[in-house]
């Protein structure tokens, strides 16, 4: 008997544990590391405005001299 092209099966797949899968994602790195490297992100524009400022007067200082020569 001829049934005509199988039928596809359809796998059903148990959901019952995605939103622990998710929420154990959100913590992958832990607090402390995320504290750090906000700390070291906030330093490091710190540094960044210090090191533009200190070129700033360097060009200054550059043009002050060549004003005195």
Known sequence: RDEGPPREIQEVRDNSKDGEYWEALTRIIPQRKLKLWDALGAALLEYHKVL????????EATALQRQNS
Do not use: Y
Request: proline letters at 0%; a positive charge.
């Open 52 to 59: 533009t400022r200190r070129s700033e007067l360097f060009s």
